[in-house]
């Protein structure tokens, strides 16, 4: 069974940065697989946020995060980063890290909560 | 502004159908069969419920179908349930190789 889990969250300023983790178990070849961010201000819609392909050669990125955020990963140690940058109050988000076997996503994790605020 | 355009509420009594809509463009929802839906209740992640427009996930009831018109997409609950009670995400892969999502739609059980 896949398990996503979200790490990294937490309160930061406007102007700031903030590392958010994404480990993954249960894949049997995690490296031939894309991976996900998707955040989510509560009791609003989703937002897609970036997604990296299985080689880390190819990275896609939502316009209001195009530019501040950088998504990587480790196959070794079966992580997947998003390094925030020039963090603003409308970044403040669940942030979910996600993957699924078509265009859709079967895996989500818990979760982690990205507050920005002075 | 979400992307993809869904009705703020929807509601039944137990036992009925209901659909919801999700209205999308030429670039989302019209370009690809790639249309999901996804249901979350309060303080948890969301669910795949239906994904490539009307296939469901293993463990998904069959009282949950979808179907695309065009560039809308709809679910129905058939035989609603209490525990259908939730918020309703559609979403759809787009031209520009990203995902969108509707705003949401919360189903209430009468």
């Known amino acids: 069974e896949v398990q996503l889990v979200e790490s990294g969250g937490g309160l930061v300023q406007p102007g700031g940065s903030l590392r958010l983790s994404c480990s993954a178990s249960?894949?049997?070849?995690?490296?031939?697989?894309?991976m996900h961010w998707v955040r989510q201000v509560p009791g609003k819609g989703p937002e897609y946020v970036s997604a990296?392909?299985?080689?880390?050669?190819?990275?896609y990125y939502g316009d209001s995060v195009r530019g501040r955020f950088t998504i990587s990963r480790d196959n070794s140690k079966k992580k997947v980063y998003l390094q925030m940058s020039s963090l603003r109050v409308e970044d403040t988000a669940v942030y979910f890290c996600?993957?699924?076997?078509?265009?859709?996503?079967?895996?989500w994790g818990q979760g982690t909560l990205v507050t920005v605020s002075s | 502004q979400s992307a993809l355009t869904q009705p703020a509420s929807v509601s039944g009594s137990p036992g009925q159908s209901i659909a919801i809509s999700c209205t999308g463009t030429s670039s989302d929802i019209g370009a690809y069969n790639y249309v999901s839906w996804y249901q979350q209740h309060p303080g948890k992640a969301p669910r795949l419920m239906i994904f490539d427009v009307s296939r469901r996930p293993s463990g998904v009831s069959d009282r949950f179908s979808g179907s695309k018109s065009g560039n809308t997409a709809s679910l129905t609950i058939s035989g609603l349930q209490a525990d259908d009670e939730a918020d309703y995400y559609c979403s759809s892969f787009t031209t520009r190789r990203l995902y969108v999502y509707g705003g949401g739609t919360k189903v209430t059980v009468l």
């Open positions: 990296i392909t299985g080689d880390g050669g190819t990275t």
């Open positions: 249960g894949f049997t070849d995690f490296a031939g697989y894309g």
């Open positions: 996600a993957w699924g076997y078509s265009y859709a996503f079967d895996y």
